[in-house]
């Protein structure tokens, strides 16, 4: 770790709206000459979930989903639309909780979050009738990192990490966070046990999550609404890059206090 590097992230603002089929590395990479950023080894590119979706049409009409009973039950305790509340059961692997306008579910994925990831907001379809469109998270987040990296590597002779992400909420806070679904080149956590700390003690428990602290950082510069930035360049990121894993960052069942 560098703690002396300054870490900075800069937005990209000129992406345009994505369309299903759409190369999001030429996107990018037209989006960092505009700001004119060169990328540099080691830096990391993160990049908002909905634009992922989008280029690999994970768009859904739900006017074509017809609900099962489990999710015409779980709609009457919930409130949400029966077709909704059939996208998050066929997007999850289980439900663990449900209550009045929540379905929070472990995702297909593997990571728990509400209503299985599927989102309303900015997904890309106006007119009367857009309230029918949702957006599922992408088949493989990571996968999807590992070609943008590749892509870019391959454009720009340089070494860089690229994480995927979304919102989600937390257990015992409010507020949602940016949180990582997908990672490429980057450490999802660092393990510091047997470093010591500035009075010589040696750490004995302390793994950072580094890759959704550094997700975390990106969101507040996307934002949520109408900013219109979903990739935001960083610099300075004070870790070495390697090959993180999703692995590394979901806790396993058995040492999960909560389930």
Known sequence: MNSKKRLILTPLTGVPEVREGDDLSILIKSALDTEGIEIKDGDVLV???????????????????????????LAEVTGKDPRLVELILQESLEVLRARPGLIVSVHRLGFVCANAGIDHSNVGVGGAHSENWVLLLPEDPSRSADKIRSDL??????????LVIDSHG???????????????????????RGVSDRDGFTLQITRLGTADELASAASLVMGQAAEGVPVVHVSG????????????????????LFR
């Open 153 to 162: 590597e391959n454009a720009t002779g340089n070494k860089l990490g690229v």
């Open 237 to 256: 990121f004070p870790y070495s890059q390697q090959e993180g894993s999703m692995k590394e960052i979901i806790r396993s069942l058995e040492n999960d």
């Open 47 to 73: 990049v908002a979930q909905k634009i992922v979706s989008k280029a690999e049409g994970c768009l859904v009409n739900l006017e074509t989903i017809k609900p099962v009973e489990r999710a015409r039950e």
């Open 170 to 192: 937390r257990a015992w806070r409010e507020g949602i966070v940016g949180a990582v679904i997908g990672l490429s080149g980057v450490p999802g956590v660092v393990d510091l």
